[in-house]
């Protein structure tokens, strides 16, 4: 059925399935504050879960979760990216979001934007007709 479907399609289907079941936001590494943005989802089917991977055109980031809470509890399986490729992947799902997940994505871009600089390209490449804010386009914003 996915494959059936029209990428725009495909890219409103996953994005429900991100408001139910994603979480976005950044990670603080171990060494020093250097800001990493991150994107997950869990829930048990396993197949949805690779929905996100066969989308994103990779055949990684899928991983079963370790240890169960108990015995009775279904295994979970996470798909997460990072860094740039977790910001593009935001920023296409952005129009077909919820008001409180858009805010979770510039409150990252912020924080990025006021991190390092060297950390990442911008979130977006401007058109002449474009101005910034904050790492991303005014499209994008």
């Not at 990072?82 to 510039?106: D, V």
């Not at 924080?111 to 910034?132: C, D, L, M, R, Y």
Request: charged fraction near 25%.
């Amino acid at each position: 059925m996915f494959e059936q479907l029209s990428k725009k399609e495909q890219l409103i289907y996953l994005s429900g399935l991100f408001e139910g079941e994603g979480w976005f936001g950044l990670n603080k590494r171990p060494n020093g504050w250097t800001p990493s943005a991150s994107l997950e989802v869990q829930m048990s089917d396993e197949s949805v879960v690779r929905l996100f991977q066969k989308y994103l055109g990779t055949t990684k980031n899928v991983a079963k979760r370790k240890k169960k809470y108990q015995d009775h509890h279904k295994d979970i399986w996470r798909f997460g990216i990072k860094g740039y490729r977790a910001l593009q992947f935001m920023e296409e799902m952005l129009p077909y979001l919820c008001i409180r997940r858009k805010e979770q994505y510039y409150a990252v871009v912020k924080a990025i934007g006021n991190g390092p600089k060297n950390w990442s390209p911008p979130v977006s490449e401007q058109t002449e007709n474009q101005t910034s804010y904050v790492r991303c386009t005014i499209n994008a914003c």
